[in-house]
């Protein structure tokens, strides 16, 4: 163990303290999947994490001109109806998810906000013609979770290739950065 693993596990954030973190799924997920998730990013802020189960019928938030589904839309429903749970609530999809400036989405979140959203449709090796590797897929998930919860805690995207408010547009990216926050991103979280 090193020094600066000891350094995240002793301070976890203080200022976080007394928040929570709601993961919900929209669509068909595995169940171990989901725990071992959320048993991540529980690890990863030092703060309780709940699952919830959404049935949202997700076909209003379609557009079949980009056949994905509208990131911003979804985040405004999950901000609406997870809004008395005083909670980061993030979305967790199977679907394409797009913004109207971008060709798509791995995630996204509302900067301080209460909200985010992250799908695995883009972290699949499938899609990139390589074979499928349930490790690998689980491990870029609960990247871009950390990821999307950084900017509800008010973390902007970060310089650093290996950490992981490093923006991830590519598959690439993700694979590069690590499951963690840099001093410096550490140390914002800490001030927040
Ligand atoms: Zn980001
Ligand atoms: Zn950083």
């Not at 589904?69 to 967790?92: M, P, S, V």
């Not at 690439?172 to 950065?177: I, L, N, S």
């Amino acid at each position: 163990m090193s020094t600066r693993n000891e350094f995240y596990k002793s301070c976890k954030f203080l200022s976080l303290l007394g928040q929570h973190i709601l993961l919900i799924s929209f669509g068909q997920f595995d169940k171990n999947f989901l725990e071992q998730t959320a048993a991540v990013v529980k690890a990863s802020f030092g703060l309780p994490v709940n699952i919830s189960i959404n049935y949202e019928e997700l076909t209003k938030y379609y557009d079949p001109m980009r056949r994905q589904y509208d990131a911003d839309k979804l985040i405004k429903y999950i901000q609406f109806e997870y809004r008395r749970t005083d909670a980061k609530a993030i979305g967790l999809f199977r679907v394409d998810l797009f913004i109207p400036i971008l060709t798509y989405v791995i995630g996204q979140a509302v900067f301080k906000g209460s909200a985010g959203v992250v799908s695995l449709f883009r972290l699949k090796n499938e899609l990139y013609g390589l074979p499928k590797d349930e490790q690998l897929l689980f491990e870029r998930f609960y990247k871009e979770i950390i990821h999307e919860l950084g900017h509800t805690f008010g973390l902007s995207h970060c310089v650093n290739p290996a950490c992981v408010m490093h923006p991830s547009i590519y598959i690439e990216e993700v694979d590069q950065k690590e499951a963690r926050f840099c001093m410096k991103c550490s140390g914002e979280l800490e001030k927040e």
